[in-house]
């Protein structure tokens, strides 16, 4: 006796619908998670690739080019530019459209759910960021290219958010959104935000800049935007979202993560409204206020949750934490103190790589092998190596660009290169390490196939 279970059928009559037999529901579900999982490694490979070519190998001559001549003056700003859209869009932005995809056919209910728009939105990111980082960078038809590479970053965006904005997760039966997605909301507003900001700043450079790179004073309100309206609060949601259950600490508490939220919101529009000095006293409240909240350096009351990872994954999270601390404070000092660049550098350096970047190293190679098909990190020796690394050469790059540049130790401008090689070198582990999962460790249904072969 066969047995059939009628399952909903999209843009078909309900009278029409086919009936499916579990084997076929099964089949179905297998096919929509290898596609998923595609589309999910597709965004993650394009980013790693931002993140090593464009992105870090740029940042690494520039630095170098800066040592050599103990000056930051001898970098086309364009250069800095390129290199910091690379990392911000190219390499983080992938990564979170890659993961909210990834999440909406997994809570969908159609038999098989429409992946070319998706398709179509990491065609245009990719294409978008790689045009505007080579307007940057060779400056052919740069006012052309750059509202361009605007247009195509927003709309690809859109896509994305209407994707987003069509879901509705069934069953949850709650009334109320968990805290953390409020967070997670407050940094995609401010991802569109920042798109919107990059696009009318394109259209402007086109129109009236005489170089394809932002004056001083925007850049500064452009980074602030990118990484305290958008990058950070990202982090402080899902890491509300994962680090109790992969920490094993207590319970968020969800009145400071909001009031760390509604001070960091209040510090951005500090500063585009042109009080920069006085939102990093704000950004520190904010960082402490999302560090009580998460509970981050509070002992654990369970035992944290290393299966498949490096057992230092607890102490590089606590590491990047203290890195966003140290990222604010070093705020407030450049506007007492900085007189060439030098703090205000090192401040954006710990809170990009100290904390943004170390924090990706961690959670992403905890949770994108699995979503990836149920996959086995590659290598956890070559995360450890990575994640060391990377906090060696932050280390070294955020004291050695405060005492080189404020001229109060010559020899630092000697250690920059060294600190660009031992970054370089952690981050080539990392996407290393990512691409090898992807490419070498096996599905959990070529696992099956094989069980199935063999039997």
């Not at 859209?85 to 983080?92: D, E, R």
């Not at 980082?133 to 290219?145: G, K, L, P």
């Not at 949850?172 to 997670?184: A, E, R």
């Not at 520190?284 to 509970?295: G, T």
Request: aromatic share 12%.
């Amino acid at each position: 006796m066969s047995i059939s279970i009628e399952a909903p059928a999209v843009g078909v009559p309900s009278g029409e619908r086919p009936s499916l037999s579990p084997a076929q529901i099964m089949q179905n579900a297998r096919e929509r998670e290898a596609s998923v999982s595609r589309l999910l490694m597709a965004f993650i490979s394009s980013g790693l690739v931002f993140m090593l070519l464009p992105g870090t190998f740029l940042g690494v001559w520039n630095l170098l080019r800066i040592s050599g001549s103990e000056s930051a003056g001898t970098v086309s700003p364009a250069w800095l530019q390129a290199h910091g859209h690379a990392q911000v869009f190219g390499w983080i932005g992938s990564f979170i459209l890659g993961i909210g995809f990834y999440s909406i056919p997994k809570m969908r209910g159609g038999v098989k759910p429409a992946f070319g728009p998706a398709w179509f939105c990491w065609a245009m990111w990719t294409i978008g960021v790689t045009m505007r980082w080579a307007a940057n960078v060779y400056r052919w038809q740069w006012r052309v290219m750059l509202p361009v590479s605007g247009i195509l970053e927003l709309a690809a965006f859109l896509i994305f958010f209407r994707a987003v904005s069509r879901h509705r997760p069934e069953g949850s039966g709650k009334k109320q959104l968990d805290p953390w997605i409020y967070v997670v909301v407050s940094a995609a507003v401010g991802f569109l935000l920042l798109l919107i900001a990059n696009l009318a700043a394109c259209v402007y450079l086109a129109l009236r800049g005489a170089t394809p790179a932002l004056s001083h004073v925007l850049d500064q309100r452009f980074l602030t935007l990118a990484v305290w309206g958008f990058l950070v609060p990202f982090v402080w949601g899902f890491s509300a979202r994962w680090m109790t259950v992969f920490l094993g600490l207590k319970p968020v508490r969800p009145g400071l993560l909001l009031s760390a939220v509604a001070v960091n919101v209040s510090g951005v529009v500090l500063t585009l409204a042109g009080w920069g000095a006085q939102a990093t006293a704000v950004f520190v409240v904010a960082a402490a206020l999302s560090i009580a909240a998460i509970r981050i350096f509070e002992p654990a009351q369970q035992e944290a949750k290393t299966r498949g990872v490096h057992g230092s994954f607890p102490f590089f999270v606590r590491v990047a934490y203290g890195w966003l601390l140290v990222g604010a404070l070093l705020g407030v000092g450049a506007t007492l103190w900085d007189s060439s660049g030098g703090i205000w550098g090192a401040s954006r350096h710990a809170l990009t790589v100290g904390f943004i970047a170390v924090m990706v190293f961690c959670v992403g190679q905890r949770i994108l092998p699995a979503f990836a098909g149920m996959r086995q990190l590659w290598s956890s020796e070559l995360m450890f190596a990575g994640l060391a690394l990377l906090t060696i050469g932050c280390t070294l790059r955020v004291s050695s660009e405060i005492l080189a540049y404020q001229g109060i130790a010559g020899w630092a401008w000697s250690v920059l290169p060294l600190s660009a090689m031992f970054e370089l070198t952690g981050i080539t582990a990392f996407a290393t390490n990512m691409l090898g999962t992807f490419l070498l460790e096996p599905s959990h249904a070529q696992k099956q196939a094989i069980v199935v072969e063999l039997r």
